[in-house]
């Protein structure tokens, strides 16, 4: 069985206590009231329907009292993986970041300049690319956030940006993460963090797309969630 669909599988299985804790109701979150700030690591036209994040049951040992969510856009399957395994080390919650229209595999062909991407890219003006939603249910319970995204022309996969600009993350931290096949994180997490203007973000850690469980464990281990 591959690790991706045991992953999924394995959320059948029962809450753990930790992720529980999470489950209570908040108000809207609201308007941004203090400044973001980047520490190392130890408006969208997106529908405006508030969604439900999902819950994976937690293998590790988060900090106590810590409510995660794991909100993250996948083009190919590999952030998503990676976001997968988040969930399920932290008992965390997913919370897919879904462009109303898809990216295709032609869309995704950066040799092609009339490709999606290829056009986006020159203009910036394409990349406020609308998502199914931004809002999350709940959200003033959660103190920790994980944002997940590919990098793209060594840069942030600009479909997340929607997200990051339309909450504010006052009050938590904020934790990004990214795939790649080469590029690093380079400013990547520094320029979310310009974009949302609100919330403690830290400098995030950049996988490959082979990255296997261990890997994302340990770093999790090293931020105090598993």
Request: with cysteine; proline share 5%.
């Amino acid at each position: 069985m591959k690790r991706r669909d045991f992953l999924k599988l394995s959320a059948l299985a029962a809450l753990t206590a930790a992720a529980s804790a999470c489950s209570s109701s908040a108000s809207a979150s609201g308007p941004a009231s203090s400044a973001a700030s980047v520490r190392p690591a130890a408006s969208n036209s997106a529908a405006s329907s508030t969604a439900a994040p999902s819950r994976l049951p937690a293998s590790g040992s988060p900090e106590a009292g810590s409510c995660v969510l794991v909100a993250y856009f996948s083009a190919t399957g590999n952030t998503e993986a990676v976001a997968e395994t988040i969930a399920a080390a932290t008992g965390g919650e997913l919370f897919p970041l879904e462009p109303v229209t898809p990216y295709t595999d032609a869309d995704l062909d950066y040799n092609d300049s009339g490709s999606r991407t290829s056009r986006e890219r020159a203009d910036e003006a394409l990349q406020d690319v609308p998502l199914v939603s931004t809002t999350v249910e709940g959200w003033d319970t959660y103190d920790t956030v994980f944002v997940g995204y590919p990098i793209w022309w060594g840069g942030v996969g600009w479909p997340v940006n929607g997200f990051v600009s339309g909450n504010d993350f006052t009050g938590k931290r904020v934790i990004p993460f990214c795939t790649s096949a080469s590029s690093g994180l380079g400013q990547s997490g520094a320029r979310l963090a310009e974009l949302a203007g609100t919330g403690d973000w830290e400098e995030g850690r950049r996988f490959s797309s082979r990255a296997d469980e261990a890997e994302i464990t340990g770093w999790l281990a090293e931020l105090g969630l598993a």
